[in-house]
């Protein structure tokens, strides 16, 4: 009697069990992704508010302090129309509206509740510091930026 090998064929491919695997993996990736596109989102929503609002801030500073030491008063400012009026909204605040009458950047417009606000105060003599601030809400919380300069009489 002849002897008879029984071998099993080879094929190529991959088992189920394989498959599976593979199939689980990429499930899981997929979905460590999507989880981490909310938290993205809110991210850059949140640093683009912070962008417009220093962008404002600067514009405004910026007028101001073009206007030159002798003209960084209320009256002035307000006859400049860098201001709103010249009659503060608490102590020596001075709310704005549009800080650059080109391109009508205005805090209310450029950012959801926004709102500007100047803080002028005489340091001494021959110095003046302005503060602006812009506000807005954010997701039911109030954020704000706030830059600030010296002026001085040279």
């Not at 929503?45 to 101001?64: F, H, P, R, T, V």
């Not at 954010?138 to 300069?149: I, N, W, Y």
Request: charged share 15%; net charge positive; aromatic share 6%.
């Amino acid at each position: 009697m002849p002897h008879v090998r029984h071998t099993r064929a080879t094929r190529g491919g991959f088992s189920f069990t394989e498959v599976l695997i593979a199939v689980f993996l990429v499930s899981l990736c997929s979905m460590l992704v999507a989880a981490t596109m909310p938290a993205a989102n809110t991210s850059r929503a949140k640093a683009s508010y912070i962008d417009k609002a220093l962008g404002l801030a600067q514009k405004e500073l910026e007028s101001i302090r073009g206007e030159g030491f002798a003209n960084a008063t209320a009256t002035q400012l307000a006859s400049f129309n860098l201001i709103d009026s010249a009659t503060p909204t608490s102590g020596n605040n001075y709310s704005f509206t549009n800080c650059d009458s080109a391109n009508k950047d205005n805090p209310a417009t450029v950012l959801p509740s926004g709102t500007g606000s100047v803080l002028l105060e005489q340091v001494d003599t021959n110095t003046r510091r302005i503060t602006v601030t812009v506000t807005w809400k954010e997701r039911s919380k109030t954020r704000s930026v706030m830059l600030g300069a010296l002026l001085a009489n040279l």
